[in-house]
């Protein structure tokens, strides 16, 4: 089992930065591959970035490249996501989440992912 902890969530203007954090905690939490996934009242999950055990390859949502920027530590089990230019349409509750992916295409998916976090609501406004 991987127990996932999400922090760093607020309120933020339009245009501005927030950085999101994620603690990982059990079973060799550095092997697996992390994502984050946010959801917005009525809305679907959505993938928003994801990076490998190893931290060499990253995936981003076309909605967030060049804005967001995930990265993880694993000395220290956590992995990050850094917000800038920050839209209201990022408003949302963020959620982290842990799995062993074999194949890239898998990273986008939330199926994909067994382990999540409790979320962290992010709220930007205009």
């Known amino acids: 089992q991987v127990q996932l902890v999400e922090s760093g969530g607020g309120l933020v203007q339009a245009g501005g930065s927030l950085r999101v954090s994620c603690v990982a905690s059990?079973?060799?939490?550095?092997?697996?591959?992390m994502g984050w996934f946010r959801q917005a009242p009525g809305k679907e999950r959505e993938f928003v970035a994801a990076?490998?055990?190893?931290?060499?390859?990253?995936y981003y949502a076309d909605s967030v490249k060049g804005r967001f920027t995930i990265s993880r530590d694993n000395a220290k089990n956590t992995v990050y996501l850094q917000m800038d230019s920050l839209k209201p349409e990022d408003t949302a509750v963020y959620y982290c989440?842990?799995?062993?992916?074999?194949?890239?295409?898998?990273?986008?998916?939330?199926?994909?992912?067994?382990?999540w976090g409790q979320g962290t609501q992010v709220t930007v406004s205009s």
């Open positions: 990076i490998n055990w190893s931290g060499s390859n990253t």
């Open positions: 989440a842990a799995g062993i992916l074999w194949t890239s295409g898998r990273y986008y998916y939330p199926e994909h992912y067994p382990y």
């Open positions: 059990g079973r060799t939490s550095s092997n697996y591959a």
